[in-house]
């Protein structure tokens, strides 16, 4: 949800997408200052090029043959507290851990892709929501407003109720 949160921002701000707001009255007093830009007809490099470049580096490490292997075994070193105490205090070598379990690399890049472009339709829907047909959008809500409700019910914003979830789910946690 972050992820789509982000990149639905990035649409909004960066390249302009989602419906047209109307624009605020100005405040305050005219001015007969230059505007210090002049509208451009293109988006500059420097803003559509820092936001693919973070998009790229977030899904790098899901595309990297490899990776999965060298995290299980970092994982593994970091579980075993004996081996590391041992290497620590005596100066053992760590035991190699058993190898993780073969995978393809087609399920690695499919299973990468998956959230990035789970988060990518989530802000393509709510950036381009006008579009979507009115029966489908009567469908969608029918079935979410009354989910919506229930859960604005349980939680009407204020601190008390945050406090109270971040009670129970602690307790949730801890009794598992």
């Not at 058993?98 to 690399?105: F, L």
């Not at 409700?149 to 598992?176: K, N, P, V, Y």
Request: include cysteine; aromatic fraction near 4%; glycine fraction near 10%.
């Amino acid at each position: 949800m972050t992820g789509a949160a982000v990149l639905r921002a990035c649409g909004r701000m960066f390249f302009g997408f989602g419906p047209r707001e109307e624009e605020a009255p100005p405040v305050g007093g005219q001015t007969d200052e230059e505007p210090e830009t002049t509208p451009s007809g293109r988006l500059p490099v420097a803003m559509w090029g820092t936001a693919a470049v973070l998009l790229a580096l977030a899904m790098a490490p899901g595309l990297t043959p490899g990776t999965r292997e060298v995290a299980h075994r970092s994982a593994s070193w970091l579980l075993d507290t004996r081996g590391t105490a041992a290497r620590v205090l005596d100066g053992d070598a760590l035991a190699m851990p058993p190898p993780a379990p073969p995978s393809e690399i087609a399920n690695e890049v499919l299973k990468s892709l998956r959230g990035p472009l789970l988060a990518l339709a989530i802000a393509a829907v709510t950036l381009g929501r006008k579009r979507i047909p009115v029966a489908l959008r009567a469908v969608v809500a029918a079935i979410w407003d009354p989910l919506l409700r229930g859960l604005r019910l349980l939680h009407g914003g204020r601190i008390g109720d945050s406090l109270a979830w971040l009670a129970f789910g602690l307790c949730a946690a801890l009794l598992r």
